[in-house]
Nanobody, 122 residues
Framework: QLQASGGGLVQAGGSLRLSCAAS????????MGWFRQAPGQEREFVAT????????NYADSVKGRFTVSRQKAGNTVYLQMNSLKPEDTAVYYC?????????????????WGQGTLVTVSS
């Protein structure tokens, strides 16, 4: 239902833009979120955006460097990642929230997509 793309290998300080496209179901009335899982670590919250794109929330570790956005039609979400650091290396997942406003907890999301790998070299 959700497919993340746009990952790759980038040097520290570089940028990437991830996309998350939905198919088979609409998320236009749902908040969307981005999470990531680094090797050997638990999956963690990165960012979330409300159903209308008006509200966004970020993990402290990415605040000021990452920007989440969505198409007005609502079924594609983006994560612009700037000033990337090696510690940003992870598999990034997008998810659809149960409600219109996103939360940081994974239990608030019930639609998960395939992840995309981001590798930041030092």
């Amino acid at each position: 239902q959700l497919q993340a793309s746009g990952g790759g290998l980038v040097q520290a300080g570089g940028s990437l833009r991830l996309s998350c496209a939905a198919s088979g179901r609409t998320f236009s009335n749902n908040a969307m979120g981005w999470f990531r899982q680094a090797p050997g670590q638990e999956r963690e919250f990165v960012a979330t955006i409300s159903w209308d794109g008006a509200l966004a929330n970020y993990a402290d570790s990415v605040k000021g460097r990452f920007t989440v956005s969505r198409q007005k039609a609502g079924n594609t979400v983006y994560l612009q990642m700037n000033s990337l650091k090696p510690e940003d290396t992870a598999v990034y997942y997008c998810a659809g929230a149960r409600g219109s406003f996103g939360r940081t907890s994974q239990s608030s999301y019930n639609g998960w997509g395939q992840g995309t790998l981001v590798t930041v070299s030092s």
